[in-house]
């Protein structure tokens, strides 16, 4: 097939047209903005048919938007390494719970949450990119588990990649911690921040504008603003249809998805702008719910953030709300600069009516609170024999709430409750049965660094790293 250059735009409009590799070894275009590919590739119902094979859904789904800006075959070889780091052929397999109630089961992978569909393949593409331009890159994330846990699982070994995680010392789960720092990796470095999560994310601000650290190569991040990771999280919403259509399900499901910073959500938006046939998308976030007051109030508010069981949802700034604000406005640029700017300055914008309308046909948003998640956790248990992990409840409350006569449900699972068993196991009583991957960590040596919350530790730790 010949693919034309795809290209990529700023959602602030004023940063020069990007290919693929720009995209994503930059993760953030010039301008503050995030890149988006300036047309959208359009498929068809041959691309979500029964029985396709997960690699020929993703080929097809990202292939357009790479076009000639990797080596040859790059994603063939990223999509192997990732398909075999899943055990079940369908790689997402849809479950059926009840009549028209479906769950996307995305956690079978070596971190045993979603996250790993994404950044198994951007690890692998962003080495592609690399070796075609010579360059050395160093990642950083802040992390409160599965970010970091999946970047580390993807990045480790990479070549030209180097990659610090910071994650707040003391304040993560053991088998997340275990699963970043019993990788055996020189091009990984772990520190513990004797700190909060937000200061984790200070320091990581502060290392992406050292320029000394700059001087050195590529210096970029691995959260879900990089578009190569959006992109990695289109094909399991095909692969959704496609497995409907292979039991006879023909009609067009509503996606329900545990949210936090809207990457996964926007993934599925992307993949109904390509033509994916679906009847709507619903956001599913907890007790953190600026995202939910913004589309169903009209005000997009920050306030702190609040600790709840499904952790890796507690965001309060969005940030991919940024391309939403922009596809919806019909990629208006000035407006999606305007609503952002107020928002950091002020803390607070008024979305106008008419972005407010657009928004609310893109994507409806519920909130569930600690004890709504909780009861569905139970509900899930004892209804079905599910045990499922506190984002798969949020999202399972507001589905079960869906009506489904015009057609199916599908609610994604982002992760195995075992990562979650510190919640989970209160509720059904026993542990979660962990899967081979968690079972795996066993007692293998940690490494990692214990530092404190100045940026100089931070800075000398990652200096002595990079030499
Ligand atoms: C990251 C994460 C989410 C939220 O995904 P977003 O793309 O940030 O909306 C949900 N569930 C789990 C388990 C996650 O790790």
Not at 111 to 120: C, E, I, R, V
Not at 217 to 224: D, T, Y
Not at 295 to 315: C, F, L, P
């Amino acid at each position: 097939m010949q693919h034309a250059a795809a290209r990529y735009v700023s959602t602030r409009g004023s940063s020069p047209v990007a290919d693929f590799a720009e995209a994503l070894l930059r993760g953030m275009a010039p301008d503050g903005g995030l890149y988006m590919p300036a047309t959208w590739p359009k498929l068809t119902p041959a691309n979500w048919a029964a029985g396709l094979a997960y690699s020929d859904m993703a080929l097809a789904a990202m292939q357009p938007f790479i076009g000639t800006a990797l080596p040859e075959g790059a994603l063939d070889r990223a999509l192997h390494r990732l398909i075999a780091g899943f055990a079940p052929p369908e790689v997402t397999p849809l479950v059926q719970l009840e009549d028209g109630l479906w769950l996307l089961e995305l956690f079978h992978g070596p971190t045993a949450a979603f996250k790993d569909l994404a950044m198994q393949l951007a690890a692998a593409l962003s080495a592609e990119a690399l070796q075609t331009s010579g360059e050395r890159l160093t990642l950083v994330t802040a992390t409160s588990g599965d970010t970091g846990a999946a970047a580390v699982a993807a990045f480790a070994n990479q070549p030209r990649i180097r990659l610090v995680v910071l994650h707040p010392h003391e304040r993560v789960s053991p088998v997340q911690r275990r699963q970043m720092t019993t990788v055996e990796a020189d091009n990984v470095l772990n520190l513990a921040v004797r700190g909060d999560f937000d200061d984790c994310q200070r320091l990581v601000k502060a290392l992406l504008a050292d320029e000394s650290l700059r001087a050195q190569g590529r210096f970029s991040s691995v959260n879900s603003i990089n578009w190569a990771r959006l992109a990695g999280q289109i094909p399991y919403y095909l692969s959704a249809v496609s497995q409907l259509a292979a039991v006879g399900e023909t009609r067009a499901p509503v996606f329900v998805v545990p949210t936090g910073n809207f990457g996964d959500a926007f993934a599925g938006i992307a993949a109904s702008r390509m033509g994916l046939p679906s009847r709507g998308f619903v956001a599913a976030v907890n007790a953190n719910d600026a995202l939910a007051r913004a589309i169903n109030e009209g005000v997009y508010a920050r306030r702190a953030a609040v600790e709840t069981a499904s952790v890796s949802m507690d965001v309060q700034a969005p940030s991919n709300f940024e391309r939403l604000v922009y596809e919806a406005s019909g990629r208006d640029a000035d407006l999606t600069r305007g609503v952002f700017a107020d928002f950091a300055r002020d803390g607070r914008v008024v979305l106008p009516d008419e972005l407010l309308t657009a928004l609310r046909r893109e994507v409806s948003a519920v909130s569930v609170d600690e004890a709504t998640t909780r009861a569905e956790i139970a509900h899930a248990h004892a209804t079905w024999g599910q045990v499922v992990c506190p984002h798969t409840a949020v999202a399972l409350s507001a589905a079960r709430t869906i009506d489904r006569t015009a057609g199916p449900v599908v609610a994604l699972a982002t992760a195995h409750p075992a990562k979650f068993g510190k919640d989970v196991a209160p509720v059904v009583g026993f542990d979660p049965h962990p899967p081979e991957v968690i079972r795996a960590l066993g007692d293998r040596a940690e490494r990692f660094d214990v530092i404190g919350t100045d940026t100089s530790e931070a800075l000398a730790a990652v200096r002595a790293f990079q030499t």
